[in-house]
C-alpha cells in the first residue's frame, strides 16, 4: 500500500510541475516576452526575435504590461469564490435533477447503487492543481513584487481567500482526500524555494532602471510610429540603490551552488548536517 501511495505522490508532483510551469509562462513570462525589445542586447540570434515595444521596465511598461499582470493576479485572487460556489450549485443541480425537482432523496433515477452515489458524493479534491496555482502566485509575485509592492498584499490577500474556501471545499464539498506520503509537499517547497532568487535577479533589475531612477534618457532614432527609447541598461557593479540587491543574489547563488557541489564540506567543516538527521 505504501509503495502506491509513494508512486501516485511521485506522478502527482510531477503533474504539479507540467501545470504550473505552463501557467508560469503563460501568465508570468509570455506577455512580458511579448512585449520585450531586445535587440540591444547579445546574442542577437535570440535577442533579433524580440522586437516588441518596451526595452526595459520603465515607465510605460509599467502603465501597459504591469497593469495587465497586477490584474490578473487580482482576478486570480478571487476566483477561488467561483470554485466554491459551482462546489455547492452544480451537485444541487444535479441531485435535483436526480430527485426529478422534488424534496426526497429515495426518488431517483439511478439504477445503480454505485451511480446513486456518484450523484450524492462529492468530487475529488485535485490538490495537485491547488499545488501549481499556490506556485504561481509565489513565483509571479516575487518576479515582479520588487517593482510593483501591490502584488504581496494581493498575493496575501489570494492566500487568505483561498485557505478559507479550500477548508470549506475540504469539509463540505470534496470525498476525503487519499492517504499520501510528503512527497507533494516536498516537492512544493523544492521548487518554492527558487522563488526568492528570482524575485533578487528580476528585482536588482527593476531598481537598477536609468530612466525611473536616474532620470536617463536617450535620442529616439526616427519617428517611425511605435519607435521608442533605448534603456541603455547594463549590468554594473556601481554602488548605488540597487547594488544590495546584486550582492544578496549573487550570495544567494554562490549558496546555492555549494550546498549542491560541496555538500561534504558543509557537513565535516562546517558541521551543518542537520538536513539529514531524522528528527
Not at 504539479?16 to 505552463?22: D, H, K, L, M, P
Not at 492566500?159 to 479550500?166: A, K, N
Not at 530612466?211 to 554602488?239: C, K, L
Request: proline share 5%; charged share 15%.
Amino acid at each position: 500500500m505504501w509503495v502506491k501511495e509513494s508512486t501516485k505522490s511521485e506522478m502527482l508532483a510531477s503533474v504539479t510541475n507540467g501545470v504550473f510551469i505552463t501557467l508560469y509562462l503563460n501568465t508570468g513570462l509570455l506577455l512580458t516576452m511579448a512585449n520585450a525589445n531586445l535587440t540591444a542586447y547579445a546574442p542577437k540570434f535570440i535577442t533579433s526575435n524580440f522586437t516588441g515595444p518596451h526595452h526595459d521596465y520603465g515607465p510605460e511598461w509599467y502603465a501597459e504590461v504591469g497593469f495587465l499582470i497586477l490584474k490578473t493576479m487580482i482576478i486570480n485572487a478571487f476566483l477561488p469564490f467561483s470554485g466554491l460556489a459551482l462546489g455547492w450549485g452544480l451537485p444541487w443541480i444535479h441531485r435535483k435533477m436526480d430527485m426529478k425537482w422534488g424534496n426526497n432523496r429515495y426518488v431517483t433515477k439511478k439504477t445503480s447503487m454505485l451511480a446513486y452515489k456518484k450523484v450524492w458524493s462529492g468530487g475529488e479534491y485535485i490538490m495537485h492543481i491547488k499545488n501549481a496555482g499556490l506556485l504561481l502566485v509565489v513565483f509571479v509575485t516575487c518576479m515582479y513584487g520588487v517593482g510593483m509592492p501591490m502584488l504581496f498584499p494581493v498575493a496575501a490577500c489570494n492566500f487568505g481567500i483561498q485557505w478559507t474556501c479550500e477548508r470549506i471545499m475540504a469539509v463540505y464539498q470534496v470525498k476525503l482526500p487519499p492517504a499520501l506520503d510528503d512527497k507533494l509537499t516536498k516537492n512544493l517547497i523544492g521548487v518554492m524555494k527558487w522563488a526568492p532568487l528570482i524575485m533578487l535577479f528580476n528585482g536588482y533589475w527593476m531598481l537598477s532602471n536609468e530612466q525611473i531612477f536616474n532620470n536617463r534618457w536617450f535620442y529616439i532614432p526616427n519617428t517611425i510610429a511605435g519607435t521608442t527609447m533605448e534603456s541603455g541598461h547594463t549590468i554594473n557593479f556601481d554602488v548605488n540603490w540597487a547594488a544590495p540587491m546584486l550582492i544578496m543574489a549573487l550570495a544567494a547563488v554562490f549558496l546555492v551552488l555549494f550546498i549542491r557541489f560541496c555538500p561534504h564540506e558543509l557537513r565535516m567543516a562546517l558541521g551543518f548536517s542537520l538536513q539529514e538527521k531524522e528528527i
